[in-house]
């Protein structure tokens, strides 16, 4: 019974980075089910948005798959590399601060240890455009899945947008 209760402590250990990572996550817009299962979780793909947190105006919408079953449910199981990204202006653009081209914008853990899934945020200097890249990494083989979205920095009513390359370090 001693040796129960150590490992699901053990497991329960492993397991809270990834459930303190849900006061981070962002807003749920919809789930669809793409795999039904009689007995355990579904599997599904779900839409999330996210506001650009240092470019005001900005926001991501992200899908991502979560694989069903209960090993999925547990939080287990390493989910799938795809992702899409669509990033839009959704008001006047207000950028905070200096950033590197490739500036991480969002992280989100795919698998217990070995997999991330990421959204960085680059600047097309000469166009003006702010440019997002979703991808994944995983730590030894690596994840060609990635997705790519622009935003056109363009006025908002009366005001004049900001250029995109006097931000960058």
């Not at 699901?8 to 849900?22: H, K, M, T």
């Not at 981070?24 to 999330?48: G, Q």
């Not at 005001?159 to 370090?169: A, L, N, Q, Y």
Request: hydrophobic share 40%; net charge neutral.
């Amino acid at each position: 019974m001693k040796k129960f209760a150590a490992a699901l402590l053990a497991l329960a250990c492993l397991a809270a980075p990834v459930a303190a990572q849900e006061a981070d996550d962002p807003e749920l817009i919809f789930k669809k089910t793409t795999v039904w299962r009689m007995l355990s979780p579904d599997a599904k793909l779900a839409t999330y948005v996210i506001d650009d947190p240092n470019v005001q105006g900005v926001a991501c919408y992200f899908t991502v798959p979560e694989i069903g079953g209960w090993v999925g449910w547990a939080g287990f199981a390493e989910e799938r590399s795809e992702t899409s990204i669509s990033c839009r202006q959704i008001g006047p653009i207000s950028i905070k601060g200096k950033f590197e081209q490739g500036y991480e914008i969002y992280r989100q853990r795919r698998s217990l240890f070995f997999k991330k899934m990421q959204i960085v945020r680059g600047c097309d200097t000469k166009r003006n455009v702010l440019v997002y890249l979703a991808y994944t990494d995983k730590l030894i083989e690596g994840s060609p899945q990635n997705s790519t979205s622009t935003v056109p920095i363009m006025p908002w009513g009366n005001d004049t947008p900001p250029k995109c390359s006097d931000f960058m370090d």
